[in-house]
């Protein structure tokens, strides 16, 4: 600034000016705290996954990795951090047990002994998370191996996840 005097009233509105615009410009670019709210679908082959996850691991070491669940249709919503993100895609969990696994026979117990009840124990075997199992290569379950990265903007953005 080229003022004669610092103390004058147009040098202290200048300045107020200047720290606003300043901060203004830092808000708009996407300061710390901002986020992007993604949404799309998830893609194989050109049809949709129709259940598992999204996983969003943002570079930024300081941002925690965020997961989105991907829909019936093959949808997901999530808010993330501003900046660079790997992306991987696992449903894992919605494959089908081997069929080669059968029912093991009930041991044979001494006479008066109970026996366990045919109930399955929740812990052992938890219930199946919703979606249905759509075969994907194991590379998209990693974020180092899916190849798969975005930069979320702030503010709502649509993003397809394309697998092949």
């Known amino acids: 600034m080229n003022c004669k005097c610092l103390g004058s009233a147009c040098c202290r509105f200048a ?8 901060f203004a ?28 996850s999204v996983i969003f691991r943002p570079d930024a ?13 093959g949808n ?18 919605l494959q089908p047990l081997e069929t080669g696994l059968k029912k093991q026979p009930r041991p044979n117990l001494p006479k008066g002994a109970v026996g366990g ?15 249905t199992y759509v075969k994907i290569p194991e590379k998209y379950y990693e974020v180092e191996t899916s190849g798969l990265t975005y930069t979320v903007k702030s503010g709502s953005q649509n993003f397809d996840i394309k697998l092949e």
């Open 61 to 73: 070491p300081s941002e925690n990795t965020v997961i989105a669940q991907i829909d019936a249709n």
């Open 117 to 131: 009840t045919d109930k399955p124990d929740p812990r052992v075997n938890p219930q199946k998370p919703p979606g």
């Open 15 to 22: 300045a107020l000016l200047s720290i606003l615009a300043f």
């Open 25 to 52: 410009f830092v808000a708009g670019c996407g300061g710390a705290g901002a986020k992007g709210k993604m949404s799309g679908k998830v893609l194989y082959s050109g049809k949709p996954v129709t259940g598992g």
């Open 76 to 93: 997901y919503t999530a808010s993330l951090p501003v900046g660079p993100v790997k992306i991987a895609v696992d449903n894992k969990d």
